[in-house]
């Protein structure tokens, strides 16, 4: 199973407010980001060892406009992420990526590159192993 890291949980980091007047979020809440370019979440993720991890980016966008936002591992940015429409600010939807992981303490940031900012956020879910190499039999 996957670790969870709740948005509205320390050591996240919202650059906004943690709110819960949108239903169908986990735990207690989720971050509402200000509607501004790099209005950034960041999650600190542990990894037993180093490889590559699959994460699960639970939010909601109840605007028609996509939300754009580049991925952060560690301070490098690897990947840019669309936060598409969900059809409602209590409709969730997840968003996966693949990464790759050093052993130890991870930070992950999404950091928006419009000027509308992110979608809500709810948690992210990070499952080791992602891709899998192919075995030599
Ligand atoms: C609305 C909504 C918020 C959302 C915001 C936005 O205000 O209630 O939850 O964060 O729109 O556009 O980002
Ligand atoms: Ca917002």
Known sequence: APTRYEAEASPAVCTGAIESNW?????????????????????TVNASAAGAATLGIRFANGTTTSRPAGLIVNG??????????????????TKT????????????????????????????DVEAGGQQQASAL
């Not at 239903?23 to 950034?40: E, I, K, P, Q, R």
């Not at 690897?78 to 409709?91: H, I, M, P, R, Y």
């Not at 693949?98 to 992210?124: E, F």
Request: charged share 5%.
């Open 97 to 124: 990526a693949t990464v790759q992981l050093k052993a130890g303490s991870n930070t992950i940031t999404l950091d928006p590159t419009g000027s509308a900012g992110l979608p809500n956020l709810d948690h992210l």
């Open 23 to 43: 239903a169908g979020y986990s735990g207690t809440g989720f971050c509402n980001a200000d509607n501004a370019t790099g209005a950034h979440v960041q999650f």
């Open 76 to 93: 490098s940015t690897v990947q840019s992420l669309s936060f598409e429409g969900t059809g409602a600010w209590s409709a969730w939807a």
